[in-house]
């Protein structure tokens, strides 16, 4: 919402998309390909610009592919991507779960800071009234703010390192997107199945062959060199669609290698970055309680103190 309101300067919103710039960058360093040369591989990438010749032989590319699929037998997919389609829906599951526990957790940080933070300003108002004791009361109240403080720390660390963690994750995951992957290796096989079964398509048997040649008669044509013309034509077209059938063939095969490798990529650089991202969780919680345990042990210590000087005035006065 912030984003939204247009508080984009935030230190909360700025804090987060760092954490988020610096996760993205880790992860290109990680990336075999990706880490040569980051300019090199985005100027070898298409332009998101195209001209309206461009966008309207997409939009009738798009359509026929849909006209055409919608009557073709999809292809059983290769194991490898049923186990890592199934993976990635277990990964982006678990992740959901993980985030929405990490978020209740970080508000009751939030919480408890206040809370802590509201404490020592009512031990702060103690003073006013009870100037005898002000010296405990101003020890007591300043621990209590510092732990508040600590607390802080520690849930914007949770906040917006951790769980920003998680949902870059969860989008890493959906970038990848191992559906559509599958999806387009099938429509590859299928359309590589389409081509070579359609080197009879233009038999000159049936119906089509009847009609042709009545239409032939009425024009005068010559049939037997509308006939030689015809396959000349057609055996063009069986040789096309064969260098078509061989170059789909390997541009599957390639693309199936290419998944694959890019999957162990994905597993191994997310192995990495949730491996970094708990050790800095538990770093935080354990500088939290650190501090913690550093502030009521000065606490305590500087009221043993007191309470020995306190004895002293009261056997004085006695």
Avoid at 264 to 273: G, T
Wanted: proline share 2%.
């Amino acid at each position: 919402m912030e984003y939204v309101r247009g508080d984009r300067f935030g230190t909360d919103f700025t804090q987060r998309r760092a954490n988020s710039l610096n996760r993205f960058l880790t992860r290109l360093t990680l990336h075999p390909v990706l880490r040569t040369d980051w300019n090199a591989t985005m100027r070898s990438r298409p332009q998101r610009g195209s001209s309206r010749d461009e966008q309207a032989s997409g939009v009738f590319d798009n359509f026929t592919d849909t006209f055409i699929n919608a009557f073709t037998k999809v292809h059983k997919p290769d194991k490898r991507f049923i186990e890592v389609k199934e993976k990635s829906d277990k990964l982006d599951e678990d992740l959901g779960h993980i985030e929405k526990i990490v978020a209740r957790v970080a508000r009751r940080e939030g919480d408890l800071e206040a809370d802590y933070k509201d404490l020592a300003e009512q031990f702060q108002r103690l003073i006013n009234l009870e100037p005898g004791v002000a010296p405990s009361v101003h020890a007591f109240s300043a621990s209590v703010e510092d732990t508040s403080s600590g607390i802080k720390n520690l849930k914007d660390h949770t906040d917006q390192n951790y769980l920003g963690s998680l949902r870059d994750m969860q989008a890493y995951s959906t970038a990848l997107d191992f559906e559509q992957l599958t999806e387009y290796l099938a429509k590859s096989t299928t359309d590589r199945d389409i081509l070579a079964s359609s080197h009879g398509s233009s038999a000159l048997t049936g119906a089509g062959g009847f009609i042709r040649s009545k239409i032939e008669d009425v024009r005068g044509v010559d049939h037997e060199q509308s006939r030689r013309e015809r396959l000349r034509r057609l055996e063009l077209r069986i040789d096309e669609l064969t260098r078509e059938v061989e170059e789909a063939k390997k541009t599957t095969e390639a693309f199936d290698e290419e998944v694959v490798r890019e999957v162990a990529d994905f597993e191994r650089i997310k192995r990495v970055e949730f491996k970094s991202q708990l050790g800095g969780l538990a770093d935080a919680h354990r500088g939290f309680y650190e501090g913690v345990l550093g502030i009521w042990e000065g606490y305590v210590r500087e009221m043993g103190e007191g309470e020995v000087v306190f004895g002293e005035g009261e056997g004085v006065e006695a």
